[in-house]
């Protein structure tokens, strides 16, 4: 059997959504395969297994080099009967495409950060602390790829987007008790809409500089988009707000720190992106998030509860220098203060 060129294309939630799949491949079938990124590589990078097997798709000879020798597959996991049934996530698409063993648990997606990613996400944090003076830091992606600007409007076709004028009074709430770092590519004026304090918008930052920024902040809020993936690779409390998608395919509904809050339940169709275009669907779903201020309430409401559950009440989070090295720290001090002991035995003697 020839070993295979898997092709992978979209957006960079797919890729990581992917790494699971690629994971389960690489352990239980064969470690002779490589990764085409057609949308990017970013989330591979320094993966122990994935790295040296995944390749930007511009990348000189890998034709020649590589896939001629193999057999090509172009994965499309939303053409997979369960996930367009609801069945299963994307990740476990993907696993079912790759590996063919269906259904199951799978890990979290790896994202592993170099040490420059993982100070720079933690200064960002303890900046914005600073400046605002608050103890938590929240980082809110409103947009999702289909966000395009229409004059003073942000549009979101796809229906996956929180609309701005609910955006406005989500920060306008939450930063009486958290500073607001806002993940998204348009600059938005807060001060013109009233917001009391400023709102952190780094421009210009890669998506795993991003991944370090959501790994260092206490809490996350999003839409369908990469962000609330990379809040679910760290195992970080989140509240994401789901629309036109179901939160079965695009989501973490059974994770315990995943707040999802519903916007289209018994309301959208699902789009068969990726299968057929459907304007009727698209039309079904078109302002499927808008919220009005109960809605609004009952949604930060709840994003509170869940804060309070997981970052308030809960155990810290083990620091920077990682759980190893804190190992490391222990045993020093335990060997230091037994030292201690030892030294005032000879003094006694």
């Known amino acids: 059997m020839r070993p295979?060129?898997?092709?992978?294309?979209?957006?960079?939630?797919?890729?990581?959504?992917?790494?699971?799949?690629?994971?389960?491949?690489?352990?239980?079938?064969?470690e002779d395969f490589i990764i085409v990124c057609e949308g990017g590589m970013e989330f591979f990078k320094g993966h122990f297994q994935l790295h040296e097997r995944a390749y930007d798709a511009w990348h000189k000879d890998l034709f020649e080099n590589k896939i001629k020798k193999m057999d090509c597959v172009s994965l499309e996991p939303y053409r997979m009967w369960e996930y367009y049934n609801q069945q299963c996530n994307l990740s476990q698409a993907f696993d079912i495409e790759v590996n063919n063993k269906g259904i199951r648990e799978l890990n979290r997606p790896t994202i592993r950060l170099t040490r420059e990613e993982l100070i720079s996400g933690t200064n960002v944090i303890k900046e914005v602390k600073t400046a605002t003076k608050k103890d938590h830091v929240i980082v809110i992606q409103p947009f999702g790829r289909g966000a395009q600007p229409m004059g003073n409007f942000i549009n979101d076709s796809s229906g996956r987007s929180i609309e701005f004028k609910n955006l406005v009074q989500f920060v306008k709430a939450l930063q009486k008790d958290f500073a607001v770092i806002l993940m998204s590519?348009?600059?938005?004026?807060?001060?013109?809409?009233?917001c009391s304090q400023p709102v952190a918008q780094p421009q210009n930052i890669d998506l795993r500089?991003?991944?370090g920024i959501i790994k260092a902040a206490d809490y996350f809020l999003g839409c369908d988009s990469v962000g609330q993936h990379i809040a679910y690779s760290f195992d970080k409390p989140a509240?994401?707000?789901?629309?036109?998608t179901f939160?079965?395919?695009?989501?973490?509904?059974?994770?315990?720190?995943?707040?999802?809050?519903?916007?289209?339940?018994?309301?959208?169709?699902?789009?068969?992106?990726?299968?057929?275009?459907?304007?009727?669907?698209?039309?079904?779903?078109?302002?499927?998030?808008i919220m009005n201020e109960e809605i609004?309430?009952?949604?930060?409401?709840?994003?509170?509860?869940?804060?309070?559950?997981?970052?308030?009440?809960?155990?810290p989070?083990?620091?920077?220098?990682?759980?190893?090295?804190?190992?490391?720290?222990?045993y020093l001090e335990q060997n230091r203060d037994k030292k201690k002991i030892d030294t005032s035995k000879e003094q006694t003697k």
Request: hydrophobic share 35%; with cysteine; charged share 30%.
């Open 247 to 289: 939160s079965e395919n695009t989501s973490y509904p059974e994770c315990t720190k995943f707040d999802i809050q519903d916007m289209g339940e018994g309301l959208r169709k699902y789009d068969p992106i990726r299968i057929v275009p459907d304007e009727l669907v698209n039309k079904n779903n078109d302002g499927i998030m």
């Open 4 to 30: 295979k060129a898997f092709f992978i294309n979209g957006g960079a939630g797919r890729v990581l959504c992917s790494i699971p799949a690629f994971e389960k491949y690489f352990e239980e079938v064969t």
């Open 317 to 330: 989070a083990s620091n920077l220098i990682g759980s190893k090295q804190q190992k490391k720290v222990n």
């Open 296 to 315: 609004e309430k009952v949604i930060l409401e709840s994003l509170k509860n869940n804060f309070k559950k997981f970052v308030i009440n809960s155990a």
């Open 209 to 211: 500089h991003w991944a």
């Open 185 to 194: 590519e348009y600059q938005l004026d807060f001060e013109k809409e009233g």
């Open 239 to 244: 509240t994401v707000i789901v629309g036109s």
